[in-house]
């Protein structure tokens, strides 16, 4: 089985910074992709930044030049760095994990960012 244990959401005013931390652990083929989704309330599940083990990595235009996502491949961890947060930004934040056809999922983690 797959873990995935998230960490570092909270409270932050407009124009500040978070950093949110993923940790897996259990089975894990080491060809994958981790990265972050989110959710806010009334809206569905979008992709945030993901980031392949090959080096690649992806953004919503939403966030680029603001976020930065970076991995760890020996402690399987990923992280996302936000910048300059809007208040549009605020939502649960999800870490996936994905390996061929299997999605794995935290738990989530909450973002709010006040204006």
């Known amino acids: 089985q797959v873990q995935l244990v998230e960490s570092g959401g909270g409270l932050v005013q407009a124009g500040g910074s978070l950093r949110l931390s993923c940790a897996a652990s259990?089975?894990?083929?080491?060809?994958?992709?981790m990265g972050w989704y989110r959710q806010a309330p009334g809206k569905d599940r979008e992709l945030v930044a993901v980031?392949?083990?090959?080096?690649?990595?992806n953004y919503a235009d939403s966030v680029k030049g603001r976020f930065t996502i970076s991995r760890d491949i020996g402690k399987n961890t990923v992280y996302l760095q936000m910048n300059s947060l809007k208040p549009e930004d605020t939502a649960v934040y999800y870490c996936?994990?994905?390996?061929?056809?299997?999605?794995?999922w935290g738990q989530g983690t909450q973002v709010t960012v006040s204006s």
């Open positions: 996936n994990l994905r390996v061929l056809q299997s999605w794995h």
């Open positions: 980031a392949a083990s090959g080096g690649s990595t």
């Open positions: 259990g089975s894990i083929f080491s060809i994958n992709t």
